[in-house]
């Protein structure tokens, strides 16, 4: 059986957001009808990233954000002419592509797991491509 590879987009609105996609990966997955196997998500850009973390607790994505700033300050844009250093390091420490088991038909996730879409040059429309492998 060919696989494809499936296309989402989304809006972001600030320039540093975490914004959760777990319930979009989960009505993707659906319309792909795989039951058992992986799910390979990759963000074909170079100032954003995937991210998998803690979906219970707001503070833990305002830790997050507060650690981005204190590590990558926007002051560190100097040589890059767009001025979006400090994004291009951020994505580059979170990465661009998880693989997500799923188990009849659900991703399993652990239980305060969420998959986040980590913008840190918005707000911008961002894409995702999704693989569903499995049966």
Known sequence: ?????????????????FLEITRDLAVDLQKAGVRQGVGTIFIPHTTAGLMLNENADPDVLYDLKLAFDQIFPHSLNRAHQEGNSAAHLRAALVGSSLHLPVEDGRLRLGTWQGVYLCEFDGPRRRRILVRWDGN
């Open 1 to 17: 059986m060919i696989k494809i590879w499936r296309e989402l987009a989304f809006n972001t609105r600030a320039a540093t957001e």
